[in-house]
């Protein structure tokens, strides 16, 4: 267990010391050991001293998933610096307008981005290290190259900032969240305690590491002392192949990532009995395709729900999903209960707990809430009221305390006066055969103020009869949740946490 009095600089020291030859980032190319990765990160964190980072200063990370990147956290950590672990999906104007936000005064960044890196113009920004070759500034390798392994010690406390992590901006511009020791400590402990880590583990998480998800899963497995599988970036055919390999037990994936899995043939074909878990979350995962992801995989399922402001708030455990094959089938629309060290409420808009079964927002109090967003008290004020961080998400929770979501405020649709949810007509919808992805929004009514329209993915060899899908809403929906607009797309668009992008479909005539 992670204990307070540790600095997560002396996580990696820990197992170096004890198991240096423990296998600790694995990729496609190979494994580097504890003891590799401690020495990497003691060269690099001298060298990122000698360029001037300190406490507190803040180091950028713009690139894929890699080891070098999980290591410059490491060495972040070892200065007691700030981390900052940017969307690699950013125009240039964002990653302009993000940097200048945190005031980073060094940028890592992987070679495919050096032509947007060089047209940058950020105030204090004093050095670029190019991940793949000499880019920028400095080149990654030779700074580990020519830094000595000598460990740095700077002290921390749990109140001292260690990250900022920009928010997907689903609704809104990105925020800056601030992260402290005390909060990205908790979120490591819930990681371990709920997902049931072990030193044998080898965890995969396809949340990306700029994402609080993926960012945190490694460092679990750093404090834990045992492997991750580092990829660059998801890819179906690889991660199935992992998955069938016998090398991985636990995985993480966004619910989208799990469809695409399910139409691979190595998928379809392997043997996964090596497979301990599958984590779910970051999106509504539909309890069809929940259904097919358990008969295929055969393993302990997870849902793990959370936010960038609080971590992991709620989970639907391995022993709720049993309970749900053995006829409970309606808790696979649940997101389970508060987790580890929460204390999660579902509150009006004053604050106050409403009855079961009563809709309401998500509020909790937890070691992992963020500090703030940073240079935003206003919108601070908004969401931290007296210690409690209001979520957005609207649930109502059963008698047995499930928790069941009903969309996110911003994304409620009043229809004529009635309060529509869409994650409800959302969960309909998928059922039907023809309809592989669903997005609910409301758009814009000259009688009703606002009429429910659904984005539709079709199924591969599905034929989509509105009709047909008209009548399967009304034998299951009210009248008014029915949608008035049906529009068949390719694709539905999506951050890089897998999250859909509903302010892009509202804006669409």
Same mark, same amino acid.
Request: proline share 4%.
């Given at each position: 267990?992670?204990?307070?009095?540790?600095?997560?600089?002396d996580?990696?020291?820990i197992?170096?010391?004890?198991?240096?030859?423990?296998?600790?980032l694995?990729?496609?190319?190979?494994?580097?050991?504890?003891?590799?990765?401690?020495?990497?990160?003691?060269?690099? *964190?001298?060298?990122?001293?000698?360029?001037?980072?300190?406490?507190?200063?803040?180091? *950028?990370?713009?690139?894929? +998933?890699?080891?070098?990147?999980?290591?410059?956290?490491?060495?972040?950590?070892?200065?007691?610096?700030?981390?900052?672990?940017?969307?690699?999906?950013?125009?240039?104007?964002?990653?302009? /307008?993000?940097? /200048?936000?945190?005031?980073?005064?060094?940028?890592?960044?992987?070679?495919? @981005?050096? +032509?947007?890196?060089?047209?940058?113009?950020?105030?204090?920004?004093?050095?670029?290290?190019?991940?793949?070759?000499?880019?920028?500034?400095?080149?990654?390798?030779?700074?580990?190259?020519?830094?000595?392994?000598?460990?740095?010690?700077?002290?921390?406390?749990?109140? $001292?900032?260690?990250?900022?992590?920009?928010?997907?901006?689903?609704t809104?511009? =990105?925020?800056?969240?601030?992260?402290?020791?005390?909060?990205?400590?908790?979120?490591?402990?819930?990681?371990?305690?709920? %997902?049931? &880590?072990?030193?044998?583990?080898?965890?995969?998480?396809?949340?990306?590491?700029?994402?609080?998800?993926?960012?945190n899963?490694?460092l679990?497995?750093?404090?834990?002392?045992?492997?991750? #599988?580092? #990829?660059?970036?998801?890819?179906?055919?690889?991660?199935?192949?992992?998955?069938?390999?016998?090398?991985?037990? +636990?995985?993480?994936?966004?619910?989208?990532?799990?469809? &695409?899995?399910? !139409?691979?043939?190595?998928?379809?074909?392997?043997?996964?009995?090596?497979?301990?878990?599958?984590g779910?979350?970051?999106?509504? &995962?539909?309890?069809?395709?929940?259904?097919?992801? &358990?008969?295929v995989?055969?393993c $302990?399922?997870?849902?793990?729900?959370g936010?960038?402001?609080?971590?992991?708030?709620?989970?639907?455990?391995?022993?709720?999903h %049993?309970?749900?094959?053995a006829?409970?089938?309606h808790?696979?629309?649940?997101?389970?209960?508060?987790?580890?060290?929460?204390?999660?409420?579902?509150?009006? +808009?004053?604050?106050?707990?409403?009855?079961?079964?009563?809709?309401g927002?998500l509020v909790?109090?937890a070691?992992? /809430?963020?500090?703030?967003y940073?240079?935003?008290?206003?919108?601070?004020? !908004?969401?931290?009221?007296?210690?409690?961080?209001?979520?957005?998400?609207?649930a109502?929770?059963d008698? $047995?305390? @499930?928790?069941?979501?009903?969309?996110r405020?911003?994304?409620?649709?009043?229809?004529?006066?009635?309060?529509?949810?869409?994650?409800?007509? !959302?969960?309909?919808?998928?059922?039907?055969?023809?309809c592989?992805?669903?997005?609910?929004?409301?758009?814009?009514?000259?009688?009703?103020?606002?009429?429910?329209?659904?984005?539709?993915?079709?199924?591969?060899?599905?034929?989509?009869?509105?009709?047909?899908?008209? *009548?399967?809403?009304?034998?299951?929906?009210?009248?008014?949740?029915?949608?008035?607009?049906?529009?068949?797309?390719?694709?539905? =668009?999506?951050?890089?946490?897998?999250?859909?992008?509903?302010?892009?479909?509202?804006?669409?005539?």
């Amino acid at each position: 267990m992670v204990q307070r009095n540790v600095r997560m600089a002396d996580w990696v020291r820990i197992h170096a010391r004890n198991s240096p030859h423990r296998p600790c980032l694995v990729t496609d190319e190979g494994v580097r050991s504890f003891g590799e990765v401690d020495r990497r990160v003691n060269r690099l *964190a001298g060298e990122l001293a000698r360029l001037g980072v300190g406490k507190g200063d803040r180091v *950028a990370l713009f690139a894929t +998933d890699r080891p070098e990147y999980v290591e410059t956290l490491l060495a972040c950590l070892a200065l007691g610096a700030v981390y900052v672990p940017l969307n690699f999906r950013l125009a240039r104007p964002e990653l302009q /307008t993000l940097l /200048t936000t945190a005031q980073a005064r060094v940028l890592f960044f992987s070679d495919r @981005y050096a +032509d947007m890196v060089r047209a940058l113009d950020v105030p204090g920004l004093v050095a670029t290290v190019g991940y793949d070759s000499d880019a920028g500034d400095h080149a990654y390798d030779d700074l580990v190259a020519r830094g000595e392994d000598r460990a740095i010690d700077v002290e921390v406390d749990d109140a $001292d900032t260690v990250c900022l992590a920009f928010t997907s901006g689903t609704t809104a511009l =990105p925020k800056a969240v601030v992260h402290s020791q005390r909060m990205v400590k908790h979120l490591v402990t819930q990681c371990l305690v709920d %997902r049931r &880590m072990t030193s044998t583990t080898c965890h995969y998480t396809a949340s990306p590491l700029f994402h609080v998800g993926g960012m945190n899963y490694v460092l679990a497995g750093i404090a834990r002392g045992h492997a991750s #599988l580092i #990829l660059p970036a998801f890819d179906p055919s690889t991660v199935a192949r992992w998955m069938a390999s016998g090398e991985l037990s +636990d995985v993480f994936l966004v619910p989208t990532m799990i469809s &695409m899995l399910l !139409e691979e043939e190595a998928v379809r074909t392997g043997d996964f009995s090596a497979l301990r878990s599958i984590g779910y979350g970051g999106a509504p &995962m539909s309890p069809a395709l929940l259904r097919r992801a &358990m008969a295929v995989f055969d393993c $302990d399922f997870l849902n793990m729900f959370g936010s960038t402001e609080g971590g992991c708030s709620a989970t639907l455990g391995p022993e709720d999903h %049993r309970l749900a094959l053995a006829g409970r089938e309606h808790l696979l629309g649940s997101i389970g209960r508060a987790v580890t060290g929460v204390d999660l409420r579902v509150c009006d +808009d004053d604050l106050r707990e409403v009855a079961d079964g009563e809709v309401g927002e998500l509020v909790f109090r937890a070691d992992a /809430t963020m500090d703030g967003y940073l240079g935003r008290p206003d919108a601070t004020a !908004e969401v931290l009221v007296d210690g409690r961080l209001r979520t957005g998400d609207l649930a109502h929770r059963d008698a $047995d305390g @499930y928790l069941y979501l009903a969309g996110r405020r911003k994304d409620m649709i009043i229809r004529g006066g009635e309060n529509v949810y869409p994650l409800e007509i !959302e969960d309909v919808l998928t059922e039907h055969p023809a309809c592989r992805e669903v997005a609910v929004v409301g758009v814009p009514d000259d009688h009703w103020g606002e009429i429910v329209r659904a984005h539709v993915v079709v199924g591969d060899g599905a034929r989509f009869d509105e009709d047909d899908v008209r *009548a399967w809403c009304r034998s299951r929906l009210a009248g008014f949740k029915v949608p008035a607009l049906f529009v068949v797309a390719d694709a539905l =668009p999506r951050n890089a946490g897998g999250k859909v992008l509903k302010r892009e479909l509202r804006r669409q005539p």
